[in-house]
């Protein structure tokens, strides 16, 4: 088996000390070091958490294999909290779908099955420097690449088939945003991920992935600006969100006006 080959199955099938020589190899592969290897619990089962440093920045260790992605919306039940909330946006008179499911199927990658390979990825978004068509070209200088789609939501949920990656609800009492340190801000969002990525945390944080097909965990601040409501402020910190109007508007003519909002996930491969 190459360090590309390794699923996520059989990471979680390994020892801690065989965990630990996988992270070896993987660090040596990319001339960095292993700075961390625990195990912590995911999903009611323990998971490996690797964390590699290269070149002053910390990459985790995400296997890949055959993975689940999407939202499944057919299995999913909204609570009232979040039926009422959509419901005042409409009676506000926000142009959306009449039922909530048929929007969120717009806002979200659709179910699917899909094979990745095994990859390092930056435990922290870094801005981007240049416009969004200028960064591939920024990143392989550096050795380096932008996660694709399916790479970027893989890492983020780690296998949950929940809305975020910490369940299907949000807070009620807590806003989207904010990094925690204003002594304010908790919950799950300011938690690193199952693989130790800080990642979906912050709206106002808006990441990119490789093709152009979608804006992962952030908005911008849109929905919070706009008054969207709960569920709409929320809805970019979903593992699957897509964000089409991000999107649309990142590629289109004006895009360059929002480079500082925008970040991006460097990835490094494996063979």
Known sequence: MTLAELTLAQWRSFGPAAARRLAREAAADVGGRVRLVETVEHLGA????????????????????RVRLGFDLEAWQPTPEQVADY????????AWAPDIKA???????????????????????????????????????RGLRMPDPDEWEHACGAGATTLFRWGDDYPLDAAPYGGGGDGGATGPRLERNAFGLR??????????????????GGDGG????GGYGRLREWLPLATAGINPSMVEFVHGPDGEDVIDSLSVRPVLSLR
């Open 87 to 94: 419901a005042e946006c409409l009676a506000e008179g926000f």
């Open 103 to 141: 929007h969120l199927a717009d806002e979200l990658s659709p179910p699917r099955t899909v094979e990745l390979a095994a990859v390092l990825m930056a435990v922290e978004a870094e801005e981007l420097t240049e416009p969004a068509a200028d960064m591939p070209g920024v990143l392989a200088a």
């Open 46 to 65: 323990p998971l490996h958490r690797a964390l590699i440093e290269r070149d002053g920045r910390e990459f985790a260790l995400i296997p890949g294999g």
């Open 199 to 216: 990642i979906a945390y912050d709206v106002y944080s808006a990441e990119l992935s490789g093709g152009g097909r979608a804006v992962h």
């Open 222 to 225: 849109e929905a919070v600006c």
